[in-house]
Structures are given as C-alpha cells and as structure tokens.
C-alpha cells in the first residue's frame, strides 16, 4: 500500500510539474526581435495585386502567430488598414507552418507564406498574384518634444515616475504613475507589444495608457483582431477605434492624444472630458465624448487634475518618447 502511495504521488507529482511547464509556455511572451521563435518571422504584414474577374486588385494580409506553428490570415480587399483597406468585409483562414513556410487554404486558392512574400495560386494551381512582407512605421516614431513640452521619459532616468523600472537597454517597463498631474493636455507615447503566441484574448500583451488616471486608451496585441473598445486602440468601455491600427507584436507604436478635461462646477461636472487619438499617424478616435471613468481606472471622475498612469496587467510592454505638452 505505502508502495502503490508513493507510486501515486510521484506521478502526481509529474503531471503536476509537466502541467506547470506547459502553463508557463503558454504564457512565455517575447520582448527580444532577435530571441524569438521560428514562427516569428512568418508573421506579419503583407500587400500587393492578385488577378481577380475584374482585373488585378490590390490587396493586403495580417498573420497572426498562434503558437505551435499555427496560424490565422486576415486579407484586406484595397490594402491594409489605414493603408487602403475599404473597410468591407474581413475574410479570415487558419494555416500551419511546413518547413520554412506556412500554407493557407483560401476559398479555393491555395496561399503559401515563404521568403518574405506570400503566392496565391488557385485550384488548377496557376498563379493569381503576389504579396510582399511590409514593416510599416508609424510616421511619429520618434518625435521630438516641442519646446515647453513636460518630457516624462527619455530613457535616461525614471524620476518623473512613480515606483518605475527601467530596462538594462532603457526602456521603461508597465506599472508606472506620473508623478507630475495634468489638466487638458496632448500627449506622445511609444510602446512595445510583448510577443506571446500561445496566449489569448487579453493575456496578450495588455496594458493601457489612462488620461488623468481616469480614462484608459487601451493597449492590447490586438493585430489582425476587429478593433473592439477592449482592444488596441479602444477607449475601454466607452469607444472602438475607426480602424484598428495595432501593428504586429514587437514593432514600436504610437499614441498622439489631445485630451480636454471635464469641467465642473464645484463637485457637479458640468462637461464631459473629450479626446482625440492618432494610432500610429491615423486618427482613430475624432473628439470622442468621454461619458465615465474607465472601470477599474486609480481615480475616480473629479476637478482635480490628474496623472499619466502606465497599467500593469501582467504582460511586459516597453514606453519610450513620453511628453506632455500642457494646454492652456
């Protein structure tokens, strides 16, 4: 009996540590470009022309990295978003990596992702047209701050923040609060979304940059998804993006917000806050009315002016370039 406890435990044990490691694969986010795994370079984005009955369409591709050499297309009709796409239906289709190259069945065409490039041919296997792997920037990366501009950070050090980390390469991690309040305000941020393949939803690379730490404008590994107000680019709760802008995991994205402030008179507001988002150079959100706070968010609705907040979710997203330029 002891003998057949001991047996039991011990494979108990096992399943419990195999259980562990798997778990812990299935959360392993990736914040190195160049310590990725195999599936990384497959994904991505992709445009060029495919011969339709019409005539030659340009069309454009999101591949989305599953995990376990798994994958989902999402094609465009007249480009990407935010660079041609019609905004018509998505058509969507899950394919697997073979080799160095990942396959696709799309309708009746046959899609094969290998060397930077994706072929489409169709049933009889004649070749209907070419997309090539694009790396867009957003056309803010980099900004410089204005003159009179509050620079929150510059990689150099964290003291405008509260309990902040910084990177050995320095960049500053999730988690942080200004130290300095803000009324009315525009603000520049770039961030880094953590590849994680395996994981789903809102594991995905999640945090979240609130307006006054009241008003969160979500960040999400949302590329390729449909831009919901929980997504990339969202204003939690309240509005969905335009179009969803997110670029894929480990590319640098920005934010150019102008943020009015709510007014009140006394404790009474008298006047919804409103925003306006740039996701990467394309606005998302036009002068939307901001009717509550984020659920969840660390302040509630108040005349009181209030800070930069960087949410820790969980998941290991890079900040660089942060300015402040205070409205009068």
Request: proline residues 5%; glycine residues 12%.
């Amino acid at each position: 009996m002891r003998y057949f406890v001991r047996s039991f435990v011990f494979v108990l044990s096992v399943a419990t540590l195999v259980a562990a490691a798997s778990a812990q694969e299935k959360g392993k986010a990736y914040t190195d470009p160049a310590k990725v795994d195999e599936d990384f370079a497959l994904q991505g984005e992709y445009s060029g022309e495919v011969k339709t009955q019409d005539g030659d369409l340009k069309v454009g591709a999101q591949v989305i990295a599953l995990g376990d050499g798994k994958f989902r297309m999402v094609g465009f009709h007249g480009g990407l978003p935010g660079d041609g796409w019609d905004g018509s239906d998505r058509r969507e289709a899950d394919g697997a990596r073979k080799g160095d190259r990942a396959v696709f069945e799309f309708d009746e065409n046959t899609v094969v992702i290998e060397d930077k490039k994706i072929v489409v041919t169709d049933g009889s296997g004649s070749r209907r047209g070419e997309l090539k792997k694009l790396e867009r920037k957003s056309p803010t990366l980099g900004k410089k701050p204005p003159e009179g501009a509050i620079v929150l950070f510059d990689g150099k050090s964290t003291n405008s923040w509260q309990k902040a980390r910084m990177t050995d390469n320095g960049l500053l991690m999730q988690g942080v609060t200004s130290k300095q309040k803000f009324g009315s305000h525009s603000l520049h941020i770039e961030f880094r979304l953590p590849y994680q393949p395996a994981a789903r939803g809102q594991q995905r690379g999640n945090s979240g940059s609130y307006l006054q730490g009241r008003y969160e404008v979500q960040m999400l590994d949302s590329f390729g998804l449909e831009g919901k107000n929980n997504e990339c680019g969202g204003i939690y709760t309240i509005a969905e993006p335009k179009v969803n802008m997110c670029y894929p995991p480990l590319t640098w994205q920005t934010y150019d917000i102008d943020y009015t402030a709510a007014e009140y008179d006394g404790a009474k507001k008298t006047k919804n806050a409103r925003v306006t988002v740039k996701h990467n150079g394309v606005t998302i959100h036009d002068n939307v009315e901001l009717t509550h706070a984020t659920t969840a968010a660390p302040l509630k609705e108040g005349p009181e002016p209030g800070p930069v907040y960087l949410q820790d979710h969980g998941n290991p997203v890079r900040f660089r370039n942060i300015w402040v330029v205070v409205k009068k």
